[in-house]
């Protein structure tokens, strides 16, 4: 198989790389997809064990990774909401610092490019709004959240690090809240948590009353942007953010997540968590003007994906009132 042709996607099982593996199997690439099952599932995966050209493997980015003639090698391995990367700090900040060594030993090897799925949590709780990638981000290095928002910045260190000394190619992208299809009903970010409970008749939580603010992209522009960018030009290693600029507070997603799905679920107020960001909106002129990528699904559509997955996912329908005007653009 020519090298040109060849992956390996950690976390390829999660709801993210899933979407890789998909993306690349259909532009014809043998993918090799690894994932320790933590917060990824293999019902995302289980379509492709009949391509010949896709092989699971279970296993830890934090061991010694299978070596192969690899053209790419892209690190999608953290577990990414607070419930999960919380439930274990140490090993979620061991995943980005030895998961990305082990990746970026694996590239010097294979003379592989390397794409790394950095965050938004880089930025903090920001001082400036929107994030641009210049802004180096208010993190609190020693708070609840610092295993994964420390994790990733030293990810990115080692990623630059390794360019520098030793020549790897990188691509860097700053992730922005994502939601769609593969995502786990019980992973605990904000759309699968609204949406799920908004179908079952359950109330949905606010913290600190739902004044803060976020950003929702579309798994499909989120992966546009991925591929937009590994596909760029050597010289463009990121970061690049890629989000949808468009901002809302989160009580607004909620009321707008229990009209579209026709839902009777009040609304519930909780505290705000330690160090959770007020603020969160994606500057994306880098990805403008070095990738030509913009997303295009506005939030109304996305969100009519999103409920029907996880109506499918949890065989829960939407609630029998629930108005086709309610889901158009």
Not at 222 to 234: E, K, Q, T, W, Y
Not at 265 to 270: A, N, P, Q, T
């Amino acid at each position: 198989m020519d090298k040109a042709l060849k992956a390996l996607v950690a976390g390829g099982a999660g709801f993210l790389g899933s979407h890789v593996c998909r993306r690349l199997l259909a532009q014809g690439y043998s993918v090799i997809c690894l994932d320790n099952l933590q917060t990824g599932r293999r019902k995302n995966v289980d379509v492709l064990l009949s391509n010949e050209k896709f092989r699971f493997v279970e296993a830890d980015v934090r061991d010694p990774l299978p070596f192969d003639n690899y053209a790419e090698i892209w690190n999608l391995a953290c577990p990414a909401s607070p419930p999960h990367y919380q439930a274990d700090p140490v090993g979620t900040m061991l995943i980005n610092v030895i998961g990305m060594k082990n990746v970026l030993d694996l590239a010097v090897q294979c003379g592989a490019r390397v794409f790394q799925a950095s965050t938004s949590e880089i930025y903090g709780d920001p001082e400036v709004h929107p994030q641009g990638e210049s802004y180096r981000g208010a993190v609190n290095a020693i708070g609840p959240r610092a295993c994964y928002d420390e994790g990733k910045r030293a990810a990115e260190t080692l990623c630059f690090d390794y360019h520098r000394h030793y020549g790897v190619e990188i691509k860097v992208v700053r992730i922005f809240n994502t939601y769609g299809p593969n995502m786990d009903p019980e992973d605990g970010r904000v759309v699968s948590n609204f949406i799920v409970s908004a179908l079952a008749g359950r109330s949905l939580e606010l913290y600190g009353g739902g004044s803060q603010t976020r950003s929702f992209c579309y798994v499909d522009d989120l992966v546009d942007g991925f591929f937009c960018l590994m596909r760029s030009d050597a010289a463009i290693t990121g970061p690049i953010n890629i989000g949808n600029p468009g901002e809302f507070t989160v009580r607004e997603l909620a009321e707008i997540v229990l009209e579209m799905t026709g839902s009777k679920s009040g609304i519930v107020d909780r505290p705000l968590p330690k160090d959770d960001p007020l603020q969160r909106r994606p500057d994306i002129t880098l990805a403008g003007s070095l990738l030509g990528w913009s997303p295009k699904v506005p939030l109304r559509e996305g969100l009519k994906k999103a409920i029907a997955y996880f109506e499918a996912e949890s065989g829960i329908p939407a609630p029998v009132g629930m108005a086709e005007d309610s889901v158009r653009q």
